[in-house]
């Protein structure tokens, strides 16, 4: 059974935190943490946070298995646009230059790396 954590109105841009939601799509959830740790992008302190939240969340949900964290997998993981605040910003002679600051939500879901089959 799988676990989800969702991040929503993360002030940084979609297009960043997507370039840190690639690198640990599809692998085990201890080597992402590892590569999120030692990363140097801002927003990997934060997919990291929500990943810690979704392996938390999967053994809220499944009190019955004892798995170690390198038997999850994150699954799918993606990143939504949130909301763009509009600013502006003064510019020379009268003029004013728009400023987006945007916004994304994250998305994050966890599963076990092999599936039992329960039902036989």
């Keep these: 059974m799988e676990a989800r954590a969702i991040l929503r109105h993360t002030p940084t841009s979609p297009r960043k935190m997507r370039l840190v939601a690639d690198l640990v799509r599809g692998k085990q959830v201890d080597a992402a943490k590892a590569m999120l740790a030692h990363s140097t992008k801002h927003a990997a302190r934060t997919v990291l946070q929500t990943l810690s939240s979704a392996v938390a969340n999967y053994s809220q949900a499944n009190p019955e298995k ?17 909301v763009t605040l509009k600013r502006i910003l003064p510019a020379p002679m009268g003029r004013a230059y728009r400023v987006r600051k945007r916004a994304n939500h994250l998305t994050i879901i966890v599963d076990e790396a092999n599936p039992t089959d329960e039902q036989n």
């Design 66 to 82: 004892r798995l170690d964290e390198s038997e999850l997998i994150v699954k799918r993981i993606y990143v939504d646009q949130g």
